[in-house]
């Protein structure tokens, strides 16, 4: 699992081991890191351009001590101060001490940003506040032929939530320290951020409010049918979804629902005939489930249809047409259930649940604080869709999704996320839990089935087996 902390978390983690030498060790890493590139890139560091981009605090001073140990390997660097009269004294020192060009000259600055092998963002770390600041944007557009590492996180990104406030530096590899940052795992900043590595420097940080979960932890939580099992106790799934209007949301919602782990799915929408006709495992007699999917699909009908499902008191995870539904009724239409609820927005659902003029740009803007918004709001686990996909609980646990394609941006592939993750809720995984490894499992069966090239929403969710046996090592 990938543990991100806040700043605050990261500072008193930091404070806590005060004399140790935690930026030695970050700087250790950071120069590895780049002289690996390097030889990657040239063959070998000797010769090699690099350009140093240095602001004002101690992320300045890793890049510029970094600096220094790569001259010592031959590189010819030079370094551009952002605020020469607050540059880190210290790293000042190293690099002078290996005769490298320092500048204060924005226009030597940006030549070298254009023909330089490799560039490191030092401009602004965790201190950062608000967006880039005038003397360093020109770099956020500036063309180049180089690698560009960011120093503990692409200057522009907010550390804490990914937001970017005008512009950032796009950095190939970010070589963070200690734990990673919330902003390099979530849109739009985890889009700056290229590959993360991280340098371990010893911190201690307390529970992780944001986690990315991997493979072997997503595998530890999918059902598995045991000895016992028969196809009650594994779970059956009911799904509302579909209507005259909208058969296919029905169809897809089923073909996610057959693959997420469950005994039996109970088809309770319009077009049952349809359903059956292309999945004949699908039941349609009434009777008890264990969790329900509300809203794919289901146009004029989701207003009945919501409150069926939510009357039961038993999961439920309400997507599409029952989200529009939920956003008119309120948080107060969740009030009395006892029993978790799933909401499934993409950025405009959220948006309209959120109301009060929250555009679906906004939220696409602050993933990580509307989905928190919107989890306390409504009593709810919120798994937000998109670029990054969030889920967050109403305490304000969250988890990022790191699998996914843009190809997932496909008619439908929602309607396919929403039967199998219901599936997960079903067969007895907690709405955060099934939230997590549905949008998982989902994003790496989009990965399989696109193959770097257009797919459909149907063909994501016959490539789930796929996708449940990779992440499963079998
Ligand atoms: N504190 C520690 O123990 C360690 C810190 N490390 C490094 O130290 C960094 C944090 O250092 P600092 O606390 O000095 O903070 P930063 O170096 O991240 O930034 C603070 C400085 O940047 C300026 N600044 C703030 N916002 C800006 C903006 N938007 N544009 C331009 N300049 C801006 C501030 O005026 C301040 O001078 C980390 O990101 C990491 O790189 C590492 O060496 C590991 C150990
Ligand atoms: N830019 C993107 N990158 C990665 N995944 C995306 C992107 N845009 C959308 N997705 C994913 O594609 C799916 C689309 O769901 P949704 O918007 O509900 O579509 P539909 O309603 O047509 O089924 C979601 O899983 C979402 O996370
Ligand atoms: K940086």
Same mark, same amino acid.
């Given at each position: 699992?990938?543990?991100?902390?806040?700043?605050?978390?990261?500072?008193?983690?930091?404070?806590?081991?005060?004399?140790?030498?935690?930026?030695?060790?970050?700087?250790?890493?950071?120069?590895?890191?780049?002289?690996?590139?390097?030889?990657?890139?040239?063959?070998?560091?000797?010769?090699?351009?690099?350009?140093?981009?240095?602001?004002? +605090?101690?992320?300045?001073?890793?890049?510029?001590?970094?600096?220094?140990?790569?001259?010592?390997?031959?590189?010819?660097?030079?370094?551009?101060?952002? $605020?020469?009269?607050? $540059?880190?004294?210290?790293?000042?020192?190293?690099?002078?001490?290996? &005769?490298?060009?320092?500048? $204060?000259?924005?226009?030597?600055?940006?030549?070298?940003?254009?023909?330089?092998?490799?560039?490191?963002?030092?401009?602004?770390?965790?201190?950062?506040?608000?967006?880039?600041?005038?003397?360093?944007?020109?770099?956020?557009?500036?063309?180049?032929? &180089?690698?560009?590492?960011?120093?503990?996180?692409?200057?522009? =990104?907010?550390?804490?939530?990914?937001?970017?406030?005008?512009?950032?530096?796009?950095?190939?590899?970010?070589?963070?320290?200690?734990?990673?940052?919330?902003?390099?795992?979530?849109?739009?900043?985890?889009?700056?951020?290229?590959?993360?590595?991280?340098?371990?420097?010893?911190?201690?940080?307390?529970?992780?409010?944001?986690?990315?979960?991997?493979?072997?932890?997503?595998?530890?939580?999918?059902?598995?049918?045991?000895?016992?099992?028969?196809?009650?106790?594994?779970?059956?799934?009911?799904?509302?979804?579909?209507?005259?209007?909208?058969?296919?949301?029905?169809?897809?919602?089923?073909?996610?629902?057959?693959?997420?782990?469950?005994?039996?799915?109970?088809?309770?929408?319009?077009?049952?005939?349809?359903?059956?006709?292309?999945?004949?495992?699908?039941?349609?007699?009434?009777?008890?489930?264990?969790?329900?999917?509300? &809203?794919?699909?289901?146009?004029?009908?989701?207003?009945?249809?919501?409150?069926?499902?939510?009357?039961?008191?038993?999961?439920?995870? =309400?997507?599409?047409?029952?989200?529009?539904?939920?956003?008119?009724?309120?948080?107060?239409?969740?009030?009395?259930?006892?029993?978790?609820?799933?909401?499934?927005?993409?950025?405009?659902?959220?948006?309209?649940?959120?109301?009060?003029?929250?555009?679906?740009?906004?939220?696409?803007?602050?993933?990580?604080?509307?989905?928190?918004?919107?989890?306390?709001?409504?009593?709810?686990?919120?798994?937000?869709?998109?670029?990054?996909?969030? =889920?967050?609980?109403?305490?304000?646990?969250?988890?990022?999704?790191?699998?996914?394609?843009?190809?997932?941006?496909?008619?439908?592939?929602?309607?396919?996320?929403? +039967?199998?993750?219901?599936?997960?809720?079903?067969?007895?995984?907690?709405?955060?839990?099934?939230?997590?490894?549905?949008?998982?499992?989902?994003?790496?069966?989009?990965?399989? $089935?696109?193959?770097?090239?257009?797919?459909?929403?149907?063909?994501?969710?016959?490539?789930?087996?796929?996708?449940?046996?990779?992440?499963?090592?079998?």
């Amino acid at each position: 699992m990938r543990e991100a902390h806040t700043v605050a978390q990261v500072r008193a983690a930091e404070a806590a081991l005060a004399g140790q030498p935690l930026m030695d060790r970050a700087v250790a890493g950071l120069a590895a890191t780049c002289a690996r590139l390097l030889a990657r890139r040239r063959g070998r560091v000797y010769g090699a351009r690099v350009l140093v981009l240095a602001g004002s +605090g101690d992320n300045g001073g890793d890049a510029l001590f970094a600096g220094a140990a790569l001259a010592r390997r031959g590189a010819a660097v030079t370094a551009v101060l952002l $605020a020469p009269e607050r $540059a880190h004294p210290g790293a000042l020192a190293a690099l002078r001490a290996t &005769g490298s060009q320092l500048t $204060a000259d924005q226009d030597v600055g940006l030549a070298d940003f254009r023909r330089a092998d490799l560039i490191l963002d030092g401009i602004v770390g965790i201190g950062g506040r608000g967006g880039l600041r005038p003397a360093a944007q020109p770099y956020a557009r500036a063309g180049r032929r &180089g690698l560009l590492v960011a120093v503990d996180l692409p200057s522009g =990104v907010d550390a804490d939530t990914g937001e970017v406030a005008g512009e950032a530096l796009r950095a190939d590899v970010t070589v963070t320290f200690g734990t990673h940052k919330p902003g390099l795992l979530i849109d739009p900043g985890a889009e700056y951020a290229g590959t993360v590595q991280l340098v371990p420097i010893g911190l201690r940080p307390p529970a992780a409010p944001v986690q990315a979960l991997q493979h072997a932890d997503v595998a530890a939580l999918l059902p598995r049918p045991g000895a016992e099992s028969d196809k009650y106790r594994r779970g059956v799934l009911g799904v509302l979804a579909g209507s005259e209007r909208y058969p296919g949301a029905a169809l897809l919602a089923v073909a996610g629902a057959l693959h997420g782990g469950v005994g039996a799915v109970r088809y309770q929408g319009r077009p049952g005939e349809e359903v059956v006709r292309r999945h004949p495992e699908v039941l349609l007699t009434p009777g008890r489930v264990q969790a329900w999917v509300v &809203g794919p699909g289901s146009g004029d009908e989701a207003p009945g249809a919501l409150a069926d499902a939510l009357a039961d008191e038993v999961p439920v995870l =309400v997507d599409a047409d029952g989200l529009t539904e939920l956003a008119r009724l309120g948080p107060g239409a969740l009030a009395g259930r006892a029993a978790p609820t799933l909401l499934t927005p993409h950025t405009g659902e959220a948006a309209r649940l959120l109301g009060g003029g929250v555009t679906a740009q906004q939220v696409a803007g602050a993933r990580l604080h509307r989905a928190r918004e919107l989890a306390e709001r409504y009593g709810a686990v919120v798994l937000l869709k998109g670029s990054t996909t969030v =889920v967050a609980r109403p305490d304000g646990a969250v988890r990022v999704n790191p699998t996914g394609t843009a190809w997932l941006a496909t008619a439908g592939s929602g309607d396919v996320l929403a +039967g199998f993750t219901g599936a997960l809720l079903a067969a007895g995984l907690g709405a955060f839990d099934a939230a997590s490894a549905g949008a998982y499992l989902h994003g790496v069966a989009g990965r399989i $089935a696109a193959a770097d090239a257009p797919v459909t929403a149907g063909e994501v969710a016959q490539a789930l087996p796929a996708a449940w046996r990779e992440v499963c090592g079998v």
